[in-house]
């Protein structure tokens, strides 16, 4: 009796703890344009990236905001510092998401990921 409970509770409790990080997304967090609008406002210590193309970029950004298209990201994650806060945001919010699931996935821990994109925006922008 008690190898039949050890032979089903391991599992169950393995499952679940690998579960947790798919629980808190995946590494990163999702963030709505609101929160980073104050905490910019706020003079908070985190880095914007802007992972559209440059033409996108040139239109309008968030103010202080850093252009690494998706597409560079990998390549240029070695030159940023993984103990940094770092926002993640594009046009939609899917180019920002993938983004942070390929620098939690380089063991970066203060990622998060603005939902929505620039599409639910309301600051300003810097053109």
């Known amino acids: 009796m008690k190898k039949a409970l050890l ?7 393995l499952i679940a703890l690998l579960s947790v990080p798919l629980l808190k997304g995946a590494g990163y967090r999702n963030v709505t344009p609101e929160w980073l609008r104050n905490r910019l406002e706020h003079g908070d210590k985190l880095v914007v990236i802007d992972v559209r193309e440059p033409s996108e970029y040139a239109r309008g950004h968030v103010q202080d ?3 690494i298209p998706l597409g560079s990201l990998e390549q240029r994650a070695g030159s940023l510092d993984p ?15 993938e983004g942070a699931k390929l620098l939690v996935g380089k063991g970066f821990q203060h990622i998060s990921h603005m939902t929505g994109g620039l599409l639910g925006w309301k600051g300003p922008l810097v053109r």
């Open 83 to 97: 103990q940094r806060e770092y926002v993640l945001y594009c046009f939609s919010g899917d180019r920002s998401e």
């Open 7 to 13: 032979a089903i509770g391991i599992p169950l409790v």
């Open 65 to 67: 905001a850093v252009l």
